[in-house]
């Protein structure tokens, strides 16, 4: 890139390399702003005669195009991207979306040094038109073989992230206790209320039973055959294990275990295990409460109906220190 002093009227159609500011200090103008006819008149009014731009070199792109040109490779599914000032461009989320990050792949682009790109982070719910993640060049200009090498490098080993559509997710919920199923249900129901609606779900089905094994497995085949999104079993006692009550009730209804145990606090005591396709979470006694825990965490992707592996819950300990 190279910078240099031109007079106004030679400036049309070029790029400020510095921002131009009014005598009194106000900003007129910015740094990376290209020059417009209308620019020109402002400036002449100002009392300006000269500006520094920049002009490219050989083998360089504009950064707008380049940043473009990189985030049509980062993702993938319900998201659009959308160019900003200053050699940005934003990805939004065209509908309620989970996103998914590879954060090995994120961090090797952004060791590159030509561009860096800032995400929303991975399992994370995101509303209609958010802002999920963000690419920014080097100033004014980049050069073409590290662009390519970044797009190469995003073409073989990316999507780099996922916006996974949520779309009409159910949910089923198990209340249990071991003396009253009811008594769960009148104790908690509002709070699991309350964790839904964070992620646009304003009612659920709900089976209230005593915490006893063969009711238990029962309860949870009756929502199964209603082919709910999501099923989460809430006791008033927290889970002990896959042997216990609910544990075993999973697995007489043919559910596989997945994972107990999540390195996130709140949340550590948690089960999760799938019925072919639906996973049933059995959850830790913090979900009585409205603060953000586990279920916060694993709630987006299951929703988006992505398939948590026993790999990926352990892999929130980074983080995952919640209050």
């Not at 980062?74 to 989970?98: F, P, T, Y």
Request: proline letters at 6%.
């Amino acid at each position: 890139m190279l910078a240099k002093v031109l007079g106004i009227r030679e400036s049309t159609g070029k790029v400020l390399c510095r921002t131009v500011f009014r005598p009194g200090g106000k900003k007129l103008l910015a740094k990376g702003h290209l020059i417009s006819e209308e620019d020109i008149r402002l400036l002449e009014m100002e009392g300006m005669d000269k500006v520094w731009v920049t002009e490219l070199e050989e083998g360089e792109i504009p950064e707008d195009e380049a940043v473009m040109r990189i985030s049509a490779e980062v993702g993938c599914g319900s998201m659009e991207i959308r160019l900003a000032a200053g050699g940005r461009a934003n990805l939004v989320a065209m509908e309620d979306v989970c996103v998914l990050v590879d954060d090995d792949l994120l961090q090797q682009i952004n060791c590159a040094g030509s561009a860096v790109i800032a995400t929303t982070a991975n399992f994370s719910y995101a509303r209609q038109e958010q802002r999920i993640a963000t690419v920014k060049s080097v100033p004014f200009a980049v050069p073409r073989t590290a662009m390519e090498a970044l797009i190469s490098i995003l073409k073989q080993q990316g999507p780099l992230m996922q916006a996974r559509p949520i779309r009409n997710p159910s949910v089923g919920v198990v209340y249990t206790d071991p003396t009253s199923g009811d008594r769960a249900r009148q104790l908690f129901e509002n709070v699991m209320h309350q964790r839904l609606e964070r992620f646009g779900l304003h009612s659920h089905m709900a089976a209230a039973v005593i915490e006893e094994e063969v009711v238990v497995s029962k309860a949870i085949s009756q929502l199964l055959q209603q082919r709910p999104t999501v099923i989460v079993v809430a006791s008033t006692t927290a889970p002990a294990g896959p042997q216990d009550v609910v544990g075993s009730a999973l697995q007489r209804v043919g559910c596989q275990i997945e994972r107990f145990l999540a390195p996130v606090e709140p949340g550590t005591l948690l089960l999760l295990a799938y019925h072919g396709d639906v996973p049933v979470v059995s959850a830790p006694g913090c979900y009585r409460s409205a603060k953000p825990n586990v279920l916060d965490l694993l709630l987006p992707p299951l929703l988006a109906r992505y398939r948590i592996s026993g790999w990926e819950v352990a892999c929130l300990g980074h983080g995952g220190l919640l209050c």
